[in-house]
């Protein structure tokens, strides 16, 4: 597990985005191309799953250049403050994490294709790892409120988020 947790670590900070992106990719394409036979009930709630990873996916950017300390002219990624609002004070990676796996889910309901499944899986375990990077910088950049956050906000799931969230309002 260490040699597992050190090999992660050492990859460059793009390198598992870089191949979960063209299976991705690939299966959005299939989504449009294949049109196989199946439960309609499924496809439905796959594309409320796409309209959701929508949601996730455009939030961050609206969030980060209000809040996020972003220079004028830099890219909302570019952040000089940590953020544990709006969006952020639901999951931690709404972004690469949350979006992206409903979306690969969503594209598995939509095509219903064993295709959509070999690649889709991979993807998600790529980005959920490339997530586990993500947290590994983020403490390096923001140190100890990062640590507090990790421990208040999870890193994808939105319903304990909001759960959570609507218990710290309720409760204090």
Not at 26 to 40: D, K, M, N, R, T
Not at 70 to 79: D, I, L, P, Q
Not at 128 to 147: I, P, S, W
Request: aromatic share 12%; net charge positive; charged share 15%.
């Amino acid at each position: 597990m260490k040699s597992l947790r050190a090999f992660i670590y050492n990859l460059h900070p793009y390198a598992l985005c870089c191949i979960s992106a063209p299976l991705t990719v690939v299966q959005i394409v299939l989504a449009f191309v294949l049109h196989q036979p199946g439960s309609e009930v499924l496809r439905w709630i796959g594309w409320v799953l796409w309209w959701t990873s929508a949601v996730f996916g455009w939030l961050p950017i609206l969030t980060f250049r209000r809040r996020g300390g972003v220079a004028k002219g830099k890219s909302y990624v570019h952040t000089t403050r940590l953020v544990e609002t709006g969006i952020y004070a639901i999951v931690r990676h709404p972004q690469m994490g949350t979006a992206w796996l409903l979306m690969c889910v969503a594209l598995m309901l939509i095509t219903q294709h064993w295709i959509s499944v070999v690649l889709g899986v991979p993807a998600m375990v790529l980005a959920y790892v490339d997530l586990l990077k993500a947290d590994q910088c983020l403490v390096v950049k923001f140190g100890d409120a990062y640590r507090r956050y990790m421990e208040r906000v999870p890193r994808v799931n939105f319903v304990a988020g909001i759960i959570q969230l609507a218990r710290h309002r309720i409760g204090g």
